[in-house]
């Protein structure tokens, strides 16, 4: 059985920060890339940045500049430090990790439950 917990969302007002953790845990052989994604009400789900097992990152256009992604590989945990957050950026966040649960087995991606971020006044 695999989970990802995420945690850190919450609400902070328009120039904050917040940061989001993600851990795995569970029969785990190996990750690859992990991700955050974000959706809106009424919008779909949408990358906001990913990062591969070496530490090579990705992020939208939303989210560069503003945000860092990074991991710990022995806590099998990745990272999201959202600064300078504007109301748009108000969305349940989603952790996903492409992990393989045994040696020979594919690839498989897994979703965290979400933890909601606002940004308001």
């Known amino acids: 059985q695999v989970q990802l917990v995420e945690s850190g969302g919450g609400l902070v007002q328009p120039g904050g920060s917040l940061r989001l953790s993600c851990a795995a845990s569970?029969?785990?052989?190996?990750?690859?890339?992990m991700g955050w994604y974000r959706q809106a009400p009424g919008k779909e789900r949408e990358l906001v940045a990913s990062?591969?097992?070496?530490?090579?990152?990705n992020y939208s256009d939303s989210g560069k500049g503003r945000f860092n992604i990074s991991r710990d590989n022995a806590k099998r945990t990745v990272y999201l430090q959202m600064n300078s957050l504007k109301p748009e950026d108000t969305a349940v966040y989603y952790c996903?990790?492409?992990?393989?649960?045994?040696?020979?087995?594919?690839?498989?991606?897994?979703w965290g439950q979400g933890t909601q971020v606002t940004v308001s006044s």
């Open positions: 996903n990790a492409d992990l393989k649960v045994k040696m020979w087995a594919r690839p498989y991606g897994y």
């Open positions: 569970g029969s785990i052989f190996s990750i690859n890339d």
């Open positions: 990062i591969t097992s070496d530490g090579s990152t």
